[in-house]
Each structure stands twice: as C-alpha cells, then as structure tokens.
C-alpha cells in the first residue's frame, strides 16, 4: 500500500508542476502542456525582434551622432554611454513593479508596445519632412525639432527596456521547473542559448540592420525594425496559452527591510546553536513556494528569527519575528552585492564595445574591395560571433566532461565563470590598448610620408581580436552574471534580479561616461588630451591602459570585500 502511495504522489509529481506557478487559467500547469522550450520559444522570439533593435540603434548611434547630428567625439561618447545607462537601468523600476505588483507576462506586453512607439518616433523623425535633421543629404546643423524627437524616441525605447528586458528573461527562465530533475538541466542550457540567440541578434542588427542605416537610411531600417516588433509582439501573444506565469506578491523589498529591523532590535540576543529553535512557517500547501534553510554566513541576521517569549503577539509582528526563509532570502541579497560590484568592470569594458571601438573602426581602412566598404559599426558583430562560437562548446564540450571531474552539476561554479569572463575584460582592454598603439603610430608615419592626408592605411581586422575577446568573455561573465543573478535572489525578485544584472551594464556605461570627462578635464591640461575632438588626436591607448589597470584592481579589491562577507 505504501509503495502504490508513493508511486500515486510520484505520477502526480510528474503530471502537475508544483512551483508556485499557474497557466493562463490560474491553476496548477500541466507539465505536458505548459513550459520548457515549447514556452521559451515565444519567448525567445519577441527578445530577438528586441535585441536586433537594440544593437542595430546601439552600434552605429556614435557615427549618427558625429555625422549627422556634428557633435565631437567626447559629446558623442557621453551622449551614447548616458542612453545605453539609463536603457539598462530603467529595469531596476520595471523589474520591481512587475514582481510586486503588475506581474511578468503584463509588464513584457505593455513596456514592448512602448518600445514600438519609440521605434515608431524614429521612424517618423527619418520620414516627416518636419522632422527630418534637414531638407538636404548633409547640413551642418540638424533642427532642434528633429534632435527633440529623436532623443525623445531612443528614451522612449529605454523605458520599453525597463519594463521588458528584465522580465522576458526571468518569465522565460519561469517555464523550467526548478525541483523537477530534467527541467533543472534543461534550464541552466536555457541562459546558454538565450545568450546564443541574443548574439545571432546582435550579429543581423550590426551588420544588416548596421548596412541599411548607411547604404540606404536610417529611415529604413528603422521601419524594418518596427514591423519586426509589431510582429513578434502578436506572436508572444498568440503563445500565452503555453506559458507558465507566477503571481506578483506585493512589495519585495519590504521583507528585506523587516529582517533588518527585527535583526537590529534584537542584537543583544545570541543564536542558538541548533537552527531548528529559529521560528520558521511550516509549508500548507505545494504551490506557495520554497522553503531556505539555515546558512552560517551572515549569522547576525539569524537574530531576526529569534523567539522572545517576554513579548505577546510577537508573531503577528513581522517588523519584530521573521521566519528562516526571508532571513535566508535577505542573506541572498546582500551576498550579491561583491559580486555586482566587482562585474562593474566587465559593464565598463562593454561600454567600449559601442563607443570608442567604433570610432576606432572608422578611423581604419574599412574597404573589403574597391566597390564594397564595411559600416564601420558592423565590426562589432566579430564579438557576437566570439560568443556564438564559445557559448556552444562550453554548454556541449566543457560543461559534460567538468560534470565529470567535479561533480558539479553546472560543470563549474557560477562565480568561476564570471571570474574568467572578468579576466578576459582586462585582456580586451590590454589587446586594444596594443592596437591603437600600433594604429596611431601608422597613422603619424603616413601623415610624415604625405603630409596631411585622408587615408587610412591600417585595416579594420586589426580590430577583430579584441572584439572576439570581449565575446568569449561575454560568454563566461554575462551568461555567468544572469544566471547567478536569476539564481541567487529570492523567488518572487526573479525580474529584479535580471535588472540587477542589465544594471551592471548601465552603471559601467555611466561609469564610462564619468572617466571620458575625468580623464578629458586631467590630460587636456597638459596640453593633449586622451579624448580630444577626434580620435586621431586622441590617446585611447592610454584610456585603454588606464582601464586595464582599473579592471585588474578592482577585481583583487572586491575579491577580499567578498572574503569578509563571508566571515562577517
């Protein structure tokens, strides 16, 4: 009898997902009808059409700020490090609102039908000849009324960001049960091929998305773009049906702020030795969630789940008694900020990749023949091909055989992984720092043999090293960063934690546009500056330099801020 029970619990195990999640219904999901790939390919879909976007504005904004709108390159770089911060910051207030209030599926609909209109400003500032930069091919200053529309789209298409980029990815991470054994690994292969299909993205939007804004015209590709979106938004609405989703569960910082408090209040008291005397809610039913056990690091917050006797009514007062999952839950949060703080370097070296590495780009020879020349922000996509080659021997060649040699599940810890991918962003920096070297130097012996000349004698594949780099390193620290970032916070902060992660990025960006000014005000009173008004005038081998030793550093410092959290 006992043996037919289990198997009865088992099956039922099998047939029902028991996660906390719901279909579209609001019931518990059936396992064979709802999730896993089938969901994610939906999912993956409208992340696509968004990402191509993305990197098709992205890449080659720098050259429409120089060449259309004449501003100098320091303007320029600050301008494109300022919206690519803000667009990777503005999840933080989209990933909390869904979590707590709105929900993921809601919030990806509404914040993507923003992005189209964002996409749709742009498209209009390119066609409606009011809003054109002006009447002619070039003008040497564009209407303010086009410069007004232009920005007002790309921010527009920023807050579409903030509600969709952190949801979309922990929804899509949602649809893979974590306690059922085949779904778990199906889910850690999920953040390898999202980012494999981000980089095919990146791959057509810095190259023919790239192509289109400068063969034929920003208009263009911009309309390209926005039928893409309206048609993949369609898309992820037709899938809804397949979905598994979680329900918002109201504020989630405000747990984290009632274990501090309670922690506070009771810091005189000591911890019992033995964790079972902390209080703790036993689980009534399957589908409210996961229990955390008790941890050692962090044992001052342990206090907060204390029993007092001396106070009645204690466990009504959350701000005074909180169980051992929402201390566990707070030690999470806490634990992660090392880890967020030392990424800050590689958010720093992605914010070159778009940047100053294009205008390197354009200062090179971007000829492949006498009739056919590259847009010099296509050069980017050698980064996504770096990861599209090393994202798949990873999770199909490095991952089974350190399985092996470990036993570790994932292969390698998360934290190895954002460790090399955080090595490799000092080495892109160290690699283009050698190349602009080399291409200044070229650049002044033409200017000896011919004077002051155009000509640019230094091929744009010297460029291709350091952008394969910074993609096998994307491979290992933002593949690393999101699933440690999706993994590592509570359940119901999932999409704040994938925006805790795009804030990496937005605060390197801004970090970026912070030391262009630093080092601009510092050198140019020497007389040179390291980033003057154009790059041939520059020094970025130095800026290169610079961030090279900032990087390597800043890793060795937050590494031991990381040790005494650990023994804290």
Request: glycine residues 6%; contains cysteine.
């Amino acid at each position: 009898m006992e043996q037919e029970k289990e198997k009865r619990e088992e099956s039922e195990q099998e047939k029902w997902v028991y996660d906390g999640s719901v279909d579209s219904k609001g019931r518990v999901p059936l396992r064979a009808s709802t999730g896993v790939w089938i969901a994610s390919l939906f999912v993956l879909t409208i992340e696509f059409s968004e990402r191509v976007s993305y990197f098709g504005i992205a890449a080659n904004l720098i050259s429409y700020l120089t060449k259309v709108m004449n501003e100098d390159l320091k303007t320029a770089a600050k301008n494109v490090n300022c919206w690519a911060g803000t667009t990777t910051l503005m999840p933080l207030i989209g990933g909390f609102l869904a979590d707590a209030y709105i929900g993921r599926f809601p919030m990806v609909l509404f914040s993507s039908l923003v992005y189209l209109m964002g996409l749709s400003l742009l498209t209009m500032s390119q066609y409606i000849p009011s809003l054109k930069p002006c009447n002619t091919k070039t003008c040497s200053q564009p209407r303010k009324l086009h410069q007004v529309v232009f920005f007002l789209a790309l921010y527009c298409i920023s807050l579409g960001t903030g509600g969709h980029k952190p949801c979309l990815e922990s929804f899509g991470a949602d649809q893979f049960d974590e306690e059922h054994a085949k779904e778990r690994k199906k889910k850690m292969s999920f953040f390898n091929w999202w980012n494999f299909a981000l980089c095919i993205a990146l791959l057509l939007g810095a190259t023919v998305i790239v192509y289109v804004q400068d063969v034929v015209s920003w208009g263009a590709a911009s309309l390209i773009l926005t039928i893409l979106m309206a048609l993949c938004i369609i898309a992820f609405y037709v899938g809804k049906s397949f979905y598994r989703y979680r329900r918002p569960e109201g504020n989630t910082l405000k747990p984290i702020l009632q274990v501090l408090i309670a922690a506070i209040r009771k810091r005189k008291l000591s911890c019992p030795s033995n964790p079972a005397l902390l209080y703790e809610v036993p689980m009534s039913d399957k589908s409210q969630g996961r229990l955390l056990c008790n941890t050692s690091q962090l044992r001052f917050l342990d206090k907060a789940a204390i029993i007092e006797d001396i106070h009645v009514g204690q466990k009504d007062n959350p701000w005074r008694l909180a169980t051992v999952t929402r201390v566990e839950e707070t030690k999470l949060i806490l634990n992660i900020i090392p880890i967020w703080l030392t990424s800050l370097t590689t958010g720093i070296c992605v914010a070159q990749g778009s940047t100053l590495f294009v205008k390197q780009a354009a200062a090179m020879n971007l000829k492949l023949s006498n009739s056919f020349t590259i847009p010099a922000a296509s050069i980017s996509s050698a980064a996504a091909i770096g990861t599209l080659i090393s994202v798949p021997i990873y999770d199909k060649i490095i991952v089974p055989n350190m399985r092996r040699i470990t036993g570790n599940e994932r292969g390698i810890s998360i934290l190895r992984r954002i460790s090399i991918g955080l090595a490799f962003s000092v080495v892109v920096m160290i690699v283009a720092a050698l190349v602009e070297a080399k291409r200044l130097r070229m650049h002044e012996q033409e200017i000896l043999r011919a004077g002051e000349t155009d000509q640019k004698t230094m091929s744009v594949f010297w460029l291709i090293p350091q952008y394969l780099i910074l993609g096998f390193g994307d491979s290992f620290s933002l593949v690393g960063l999101q699933e440690y970032f999706y993994d590592q916070v509570p359940d119901s902060m999932r999409s704040l934690g994938m925006a805790l992660y795009l804030s990496v990025i937005g605060v390197g960006s801004f970090l970026s546009s912070f030391l262009i000014t630093i080092v601009d005000h510092v050198t140019e009173k020497n007389g040179k500056s390291w980033i003057g008004k154009d790059i041939n005038s520059s020094r970025l081998d130095r800026f290169y330099w610079m961030l090279a030793d900032v990087g390597g550093f800043l890793q060795y410092f937050i590494i031991l801020v990381r040790f005494s959290f650990i023994i804290f």
